[in-house]
């Protein structure tokens, strides 16, 4: 009866199909108790560029859940001692403050158990045989929303890059993927040299030009993979996932020439601009980043007392 909740309680005669779980890709959570169909569907998202977690185990889709803030939930109506319904309802409070679209697969047609559904707030629903074209569509389209509503949500407006409410979620990513597979990354943060006396001399305008210019800057040198967070004023965290800690120290050093030569423009007169950093080493699974941004912030504040324009590790 699917009108019926009951608790969703570990079961291990379940299958868990895939965990292949890659920080540069959007992850579809699949959820279904036909172990060929689940198959079917991990082979043909991953195909189309999707990284894949897939389980037919309810119980482990919550976990998963909870763990990976998935772009995408695909999951199955019925299950032998469970539903979807009662999944999307053990996960509403976690979906009211994290955007992730769900769509629903089943055999069953009913008008009830579509408008049912659609009024727990699940954004999507297909029939069984899976048109595997129009799936795909589908979760594109749904992808793009979900990317268009970050864009809202997590992006600086003046510089472009990430906001703090984005390194939050980032941090939980990354941390995730450290326990599954170890993974480290170098964790920097860099801060303009002598900015106060820009603002100055030039103007906050001008300021707010070398602010956008020095993202342009680091977006146009750091590779695709690493992340630039407005984290204060004129104060970025950097990201580097699977990066040791000496080869981030030389890149943003090599970094600091580049961007050294960078010419402003202040009518007439052309000036240039600096900046220092601390970089550190993440390679334990904390709680918050807290304690790390602490070590990098540290070492920032070594490189600026030693004379700026420089990077300490
Ligand atoms: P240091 O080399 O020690 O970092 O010197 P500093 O002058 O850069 O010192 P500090 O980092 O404390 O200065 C931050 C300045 O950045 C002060 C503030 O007016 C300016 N600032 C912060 N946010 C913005 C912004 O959005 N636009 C502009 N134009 N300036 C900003
Ligand atoms: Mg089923
Ligand atoms: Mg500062
Ligand atoms: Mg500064």
Excluded at 73 to 99: A, P
Excluded at 264 to 284: K, P, Y
Aim: with cysteine; charged share 25%; net charge negative.
């Amino acid at each position: 009866d699917i009108n019926q909740p009951s608790e969703i309680t570990p079961d291990a005669q379940y299958t868990t199909v895939a965990i292949d779980y890659r920080i540069d890709k959007p992850l579809a959570l699949i959820l279904d108790d036909d172990v060929a169909l689940l198959t079917y569907l991990k082979d043909e998202l991953e195909a189309a560029g999707w990284s894949v977690v897939a389980t037919a185990s309810p119980y482990k889709a919550i976990e998963y859940f909870h763990a990976m803030a998935p772009d995408s939930l695909i999951l199955d109506l019925h299950f032998s001692d469970s539903d979807g319904f009662q999944v999307i309802e053990t996960l509403s409070e976690k979906l009211k403050r994290q955007y992730v679209p769900t769509m629903m697969i089943s055999h069953d047609t009913s008008r009830q158990a579509k408008l049912k559904a659609y009024r727990m707030g699940i954004d999507d629903m297909m029939v069984k045989p899976i048109d595997m074209e129009e799936m795909l569509a589908r979760l594109d389209r749904q992808l793009r929303n979900k990317r268009r509503l970050e864009q809202l949500l997590f992006i600086d407006e003046l510089t472009g890059a990430y906001n703090r409410k984005y390194m939050h979620d980032l941090f939980n990513k990354l941390f995730t993927e450290m326990k599954r597979s170890g993974e480290v990354f170098s964790l920097a943060v860099l801060d303009l040299d002598h900015f106060k006396s820009v603002n100055d001399t030039y103007g906050h305008l001008i300021g707010d030009e070398v602010l956008r210019g020095f993202v342009a800057f680091l977006k146009a040198n750091l590779r695709s993979t690493d992340s630039i967070i407005r984290y204060g004023g004129e104060e970025f965290v950097i990201v580097m996932p699977r990066l040791e800690v000496g080869y981030a120290k030389q890149l943003l050093t090599e970094l600091i020439e580049g961007f050294s030569q960078m010419s402003f423009h202040s009518g007439d007169a052309v000036f240039h601009c600096s900046f220092s950093g601390g970089v550190t080493l993440v390679d334990e699974p904390t709680s918050s980043s807290h304690v790390w941004i602490e070590a990098a912030d540290t070492a920032l504040y070594q490189a600026k007392t030693a004379g700026r324009r420089q990077i300490v590790a």
